[in-house]
Every structure is written in C-alpha cells, then in structure tokens.
C-alpha cells in the first residue's frame, strides 16, 4: 500500500442469508479482521436455509460479530471512516438485522453509510488480501466478472470501478442451485457444493454425458435442463439396480456445469476485449473450477481465497470503500447500476 496514500477504514456488516460477519478494511484492499458466524450446521437439518430461523440467529450474532471484528483489528468505532452494509438482494428478515445494525451505528458515530449490493461484494471479492501480507496485484479493467453462486449466475463487464454491463444471466437455476438440488437428489449432504466435490472425486466425469445448455448466439445460462437430466439417469439406474454410481454421478454433473461456465466466460472475455478474468461468489471455492480458470494461460485470472468466496463482510468492506472513494453513499442512488439484478445498481 503507498504510505502516502490517506488511510480510510470502512467497516462492513453482511447478513443477506446465513452469516452473519463483520470485517474491516483499509482503502479497499487491506483486510484488518473478518469475522464471520455460520449457521450452517443449524439450517443442514432442513436441508437449506430457514429464513426465520436465520433472521433470528443474525439479531444474537450481530453485535457481537461487530466487537470481536473491532477488537480482532485492534480498532475502536473512532478509528473507523464509514460503515458499509449489504442492503440486498437476499432474504429480508436476514438483511433488515444488518442494515438496522449499521444504521444505528453510523448515525451514533456520524459516519457515512454506505449501502452495498451484495453481488457487487462478491466481484469486490477479488481485489481483498490480507494486511501484512505481500500485496497481490489489482484486477486490471476491461474485466470479464463471472459471478457464480447459490443465487445467481451472470456474466458482467466490469469497465472500471462499479461499471458493470451485464452480458447474460441464468434462465432459470443458478450454478449453486442446481448443485444442491443435484445433491439432494443423490442423497448427499447440504449443502450442495462440497457435497459434490468431495464426492466427485472418486468418479469418472466422462462416465455420462449430461445435457449442457449452450445457448448459442447469448450470453444467458440454463441449469435445469441438467437438473432433469440428472433425474432422469438416476430413475433409470433405480431400475436396473439398487445401487447408484453415486461419485460417477457426481463427477460428470460437476463437470458438466464447469465445461459451460468455463467455456462462455472465455469466449466472452475475447469477444468484448478483456485484459482480464474475475471469477467471484460462492461455487468459486470449487477447486476444479479453480483449476480450469487457473490452468489456461490466454487471460490472467483472479478468484478470491476460499475464505472470501463464500459469503463475508470483508467483501462488502472493498466495494463500500470504492462507492465511498467516488462520492456514491448507497447503490440505491446509482444510475450506472440499479440494485437488481447488478447491472442496474
């Protein structure tokens, strides 16, 4: 970081769905704590996320999320700049705790509140590296953001600093859907993702051929085609057999989804000129899509560790401290991007 450059510490709360955190960050790369609170082994019971029982959990953790992340980055409330919070999309009862929290906060401190699309968090995702550590280099614009998660599938042009122009979405199933729906139906534990992965690992991904949606002359993707066929394999298999090729299985629906993400990202970042890839949201912690981005040497790539692929305040932190930098207090306000879907925030 240039020691000459003004320091502004943003802290960030995220409660859009299940966890709840809080993280803070120097001038919107340096992260000085990030702490975040699951709830995951709660919700694996119902087999997803219960949003009462999620918006409940969020008003026990918030407050004390906010200290440990104060006291983690040796900060108090004085030494922060603005507060940033993720203000949608996500699960209402979920993100009215958050917002209420940074609310009472910024108006206590007289701060700037910031208002973050959670979306916009996630590509932000990729310009984070830990304070102390060598700093690693800035995604480079023109970008070519894939954000894939459990919600949400698109394609986006980043040209620069919260300039976005979405070239094509999910028609229906996002990626991460289609991966725990998939998993559910092969009997395998929520949630989906690392169900899959760890499970794919013993299969062959060539073992079955499974239906990918090209949509050829778009940008758009479709994931429940695969769904079904999925379906319909297993109720076959079911007929000649009590046991299921379960990892086979695994692997070649893995596989499948990964060919297209893959193949569309690529192909779009040469028709519109990227210099670079940002591969950003939660199925980017699946290491055999890591690989594949990692392992072409047309584009460099940036994906955010593991630990700010999933849902994490330290994300919204970043994008909070670039709509803070430019003057823009909340993505409501925007023209360049309304808040839903992220090329209209």
């Not at 219960?50 to 918030?62: G, I, K, M, T, W």
């Amino acid at each position: 970081m240039d020691s000459n450059k003004p320091v502004t510490r943003i802290l960030a709360i995220e409660t859009s769905c299940d966890e709840t955190a809080c993280a803070i960050i120097e001038n919107g790369r340096a992260l000085l704590s990030s702490v975040v609170a699951s709830q995951m082994e709660i919700h694996a019971r119902y087999g997803g996320v219960f949003p009462e029982v999620a918006s409940r959990q969020h008003v026990l953790a918030v407050t004390p999320v906010v200290e440990q992340a104060l006291a983690q980055a040796h900060l108090t409330l004085n030494d922060i700049d603005a507060i940033a919070v993720t203000q949608g999309p996500g699960l209402a009862g979920s993100l009215v705790v958050g917002m209420n929290m940074a609310k009472g906060m910024a108006l206590g401190m007289g701060k700037p509140l910031i208002g973050v699309n959670h979306l916009e968090g996630h590509l932000y995702s990729a310009w984070v590296y830990d304070a102390g550590e060598l700093v690693p280099p800035e995604p480079q614009f023109p970008l070519m953001a894939l954000l894939v998660s459990g919600g949400h599938t698109e394609l986006n042009l980043m040209t620069d600093h919260l300039t976005y122009q979405r070239l094509g979405s999910t028609l229906d199933d996002a990626a991460g859907e289609a991966f725990d729906k998939v998993a559910r139906l092969l009997e395998l534990p929520y949630p989906g993702g690392p169900s899959i992965q760890k499970t794919a690992e013993e299969g062959d991904p060539r073992r079955f051929n499974f239906a990918r949606a090209w949509l050829d002359g778009t940008w758009n993707f479709s994931f429940s085609g695969l769904k079904t066929s999925v379906l319909y394999e297993v109720r076959e298999l079911k007929k000649r057999s009590n046991s299921l090729p379960i990892p086979d299985l695994a692997a070649s629906f893995q596989q499948a989804v990964i060919d297209v993400l893959f193949k569309k990202t690529m192909n779009a970042a040469r028709e519109f000129g990227a210099k670079e890839i940002l591969v950003a949201g939660g199925v980017s912690a699946n290491r055999p899509l890591r690989q594949v981005f990692k392992a072409q040497t047309e584009f460099p790539v940036h994906i955010p560790p593991l630990v700010l692929c999933t849902d994490n305040a330290a994300m919204i932190a970043s994008a909070g401290y670039f709509r803070h930098s430019l003057g823009h207090t909340s993505g409501l306000e925007m023209d360049v991007l309304p808040t839903w879907p992220l090329s209209q925030i």
